[in-house]
């Protein structure tokens, strides 16, 4: 069964650069949420999208900011980047807002 | 404010050595409780879903029951593969989850 994908697995930046995470749910799903884990710890919530409106927004810096398009993809904009910004970040998707939720395998930002 | 607290931090079991995770919650308008299973660097992969006490959901060596405040994860007989860590998340409003620390599990052979 096809899976969220999400690109790109792993990224380098460094400080003060700019980074796009993607996300394309599974099909037909028309919610997308997005999370971020440090090291070590439990995922927190960012933000969220129903038919490419956002629906909730949860512990995301200002200088994060994500959107989600006609095809259903969402991405993911951190600009300003900072050290503590490194962590596991993750798309889940879902149908109609209704659970459960279906997790991608993440992308790694590492920022140095 | 939601909360979930997940006890134990980790657990070490010897193969066969059946045991309980519990995940302890308070959250206003539950909308269900959710069980996830976590490798190392992938995302949470989707377990259980339980909506009302007393109900309970099986899959293979794992089952999942719910009481009004807490919810346990029963593993019987483990084998090694069930080494993971297991996340519990409620869920409120649309479905934001807000997801305990884990309990990391590992099966000794």
């Known amino acids: 069964a096809a899976g969220v994908i999400q690109s790109p697995r792993h990224l380098i930046k460094e400080k003060r650069e700019t980074a796009t995470l993607k996300c394309y749910p599974i099909?037909?799903?028309?919610?997308v949420y997005w999370y971020q884990q440090g090291p070590g710890q439990d995922p927190q919530f960012l933000i969220s999208?129903?038919?490419?409106?956002?629906?909730d927004k949860g512990s995301i810096p200002d200088r994060f900011s994500a959107q989600q398009f006609s095809d259903y993809h969402s991405e993911l904009n951190m600009s300003s980047l900072e050290l503590g910004d490194s962590a596991l970040y993750f798309c889940a998707s879902t149908r109609r807002r209704e659970p459960p939720l279906h997790f991608g395998n993440g992308t790694r930002l590492t920022v140095t | 404010e939601d909360q979930v607290t997940q006890s134990p931090e980790a657990l070490r079991l010897q193969e066969g050595e059946s045991s309980s995770l519990n995940c302890s919650y308070t959250?206003?308008?539950?909308?269900?409780l959710f069980w996830y299973r976590q490798d190392p660097g992938k995302g949470p992969e989707f377990l259980f879903t339980l909506y009302s006490a007393g109900e309970e959901k099986e899959k293979e060596r794992l089952k999942a029951t719910l009481t009004k405040k807490e919810s346990f994860l029963h593993i019987t007989a483990p084998k090694p593969e069930d080494s993971a860590t297991y996340l519990c998340?409620?869920?409120?409003?649309?479905?934001?989850?807000?997801f305990g620390a884990g309990t990391t599990v590992t099966v000794r052979a």
């Open positions: 099909p037909r799903h028309d919610t």
């Open positions: 959250v206003s308008g539950l909308r269900g």
């Open positions: 999208f129903y038919e490419k409106m956002q629906s």
């Open positions: 998340a409620v869920g409120a409003g649309d479905y934001k989850l807000s």
